[in-house]
């Protein structure tokens, strides 16, 4: 016969999350024409219901055990300067900038006693990646042979593959070696800055937003060429490991109609760094002058050009760097508008 099959083993002590928060407000006036606003953040929660992982298999039991046991504690800094000011009576400028820093950290959780310290997620952020050490492709078969085993349930590996670092020096690549990488992949900092100005009929506004330290990884089963009767992108069809051109640091390993999954493991080579700064709108106005709006009995006119998501700076270069890993998805649309406004 059968046995029977647990899936969720009842805990009559699992109780509420609790979160006890700071904040500490300041706004001051500044010349008159000046506004900042600054608050100060920091929460501690406790009782977050989590799985206990330390618990063995060996016990026999049919569903993990969950309760309160998680801590965490979180902290940051958010801001705004509003600058508003009239210069003559033709001309305006108002201004604003924003800036938020908020970060977290894993005070306790389920996790059991990791045989290296690097393994541990208590005292790393909530959303720090995590991933092997890319030391460079395989150059060619005698390097695969003088090099530790790399996953041996991934499948086969040769030359032109990504060659991990053995960091417990254990003589094979496995979980054990992954450590944390990068930037959480929720960026730590959010900010922004704009104007706004009038000169008599003429008025022009615009505003960047910007992130940083934040990290994604490329998804290369998203991009891998030839998969699915996939195209490729033009920088692995320009640089891409081959025996015609055996770089150890070209950007994509050794092509193939299957998925290697040696080379789509969490690690350096696919890091990037996912800080950018968006010229998120732009807009020119014109107002036709009263004299020449009577005489056609209209009220009010505008004419406008704006633009949203017009200019992206960052480091990353192959796709917009807000679409993170998935660079055969859909981007942010850039819109260009011309627009006359009548008001009668």
């Given at each position: 016969?059968?046995?029977?099959?647990?899936?969720?083993?009842?805990?009559?002590?699992?109780?509420?999350?609790?979160?006890?928060?700071?904040?500490?407000?300041?706004?001051?006036?500044?010349?008159?024409?000046?506004?900042?606003?600054?608050?100060?953040?920091?929460?501690?929660?406790?009782?977050?219901?989590?799985?206990?992982?330390?618990?063995?298999t060996?016990?026999?039991?049919?569903?993990?055990?969950?309760?309160?046991?998680?801590?965490?504690?979180?902290?940051?800094?958010?801001?705004?300067?509003?600058?508003?000011?009239?210069?003559?009576?033709?001309?305006?400028?108002?201004s604003?900038?924003?800036?938020?820093?908020?970060?977290?950290?894993?005070?306790?959780?389920?996790?059991?006693?990791?045989?290296?310290?690097y393994?541990?997620?208590?005292?790393?952020?909530?959303?720090?990646?995590?991933?092997?050490?890319?030391?460079?492709?395989?150059?060619?078969?005698?390097?695969?042979?003088?090099?530790?085993?790399?996953?041996?349930?991934?499948?086969?590996?040769?030359?032109?593959?990504?060659?991990?670092?053995?960091?417990?020096?254990d003589?094979?690549?496995?979980?054990?070696?992954?450590?944390?990488?990068?930037?959480?992949?929720?960026?730590?900092?959010?900010?922004?800055?704009?104007?706004?100005?009038?000169?008599?009929?003429?008025?022009?506004?615009?505003?960047?937003?910007?992130?940083?330290?934040?990290?994604?990884?490329?998804?290369?089963?998203?991009?891998s060429?030839?998969?699915?009767?996939r195209?490729?992108?033009?920088?692995?069809?320009?640089?891409?490991?081959?025996?015609?051109?055996?770089?150890?640091?070209a950007?994509?390993?050794?092509m193939?109609?299957?998925i290697?999954?040696?080379?789509?493991?969490?690690?350096?080579?696919?890091?990037?760094?996912?800080?950018?700064?968006?010229?998120?709108?732009?807009?020119?106005?014109?107002?036709?002058?009263?004299?020449?709006?009577?005489?056609?009995?209209?009220?009010?006119?505008?004419?406008?050009?704006?633009?949203t998501?017009?200019?992206?700076?960052?480091?990353?270069?192959?796709?917009?760097?807000?679409m993170?890993?998935?660079?055969?998805?859909?981007?942010?649309?850039?819109?260009?508008?011309?627009?006359?406004?009548?008001?009668?």
């Amino acid at each position: 016969y059968n046995g029977y099959n647990i899936n969720n083993y009842a805990n009559p002590d699992v109780t509420w999350e609790v979160a006890e928060k700071t904040n500490i407000g300041l706004e001051l006036g500044l010349f008159g024409d000046a506004n900042l606003q600054v608050d100060f953040f920091k929460e501690n929660r406790t009782n977050i219901y989590m799985v206990r992982e330390y618990i063995p298999t060996t016990i026999g039991l049919t569903a993990a055990i969950a309760s309160n046991i998680g801590r965490a504690e979180s902290h940051g800094v958010d801001g705004s300067l509003d600058y508003k000011v009239s210069i003559n009576k033709d001309l305006w400028i108002t201004s604003r900038v924003n800036f938020t820093y908020a970060t977290n950290r894993i005070i306790e959780n389920g996790e059991p006693d990791y045989p290296y310290a690097y393994m541990s997620n208590i005292g790393q952020p909530m959303n720090q990646p995590r991933g092997l050490v890319a030391e460079r492709l395989f150059i060619d078969e005698l390097d695969v042979l003088n090099s530790p085993v790399q996953y041996n349930q991934m499948g086969s590996y040769m030359a032109g593959d990504i060659k991990y670092v053995d960091i417990n020096e254990d003589g094979k690549i496995d979980d054990s070696d992954m450590i944390p990488i990068g930037y959480p992949t929720v960026p730590e900092i959010v900010y922004g800055f704009g104007a706004s100005s009038g000169y008599k009929c003429i008025d022009f506004s615009f505003f960047f937003q910007g992130s940083a330290r934040s990290s994604f990884f490329i998804d290369p089963s998203s991009i891998s060429p030839f998969v699915n009767e996939r195209n490729a992108l033009q920088i692995i069809a320009d640089n891409h490991w081959s025996d015609e051109n055996p770089d150890p640091n070209a950007f994509w390993p050794r092509m193939s109609v299957n998925i290697v999954a040696n080379n789509e493991k969490a690690s350096t080579w696919w890091l990037r760094d996912g800080s950018f700064l968006r010229l998120k709108s732009v807009e020119l106005g014109y107002t036709l002058p009263e004299k020449l709006l009577k005489k056609m009995k209209i009220e009010g006119a505008r004419l406008y050009a704006s633009g949203t998501n017009l200019l992206v700076f960052s480091k990353f270069k192959l796709w917009d760097p807000e679409m993170g890993g998935r660079g055969l998805g859909y981007p942010p649309q850039r819109i260009i508008n011309l627009g006359l406004n009548f008001n009668f």
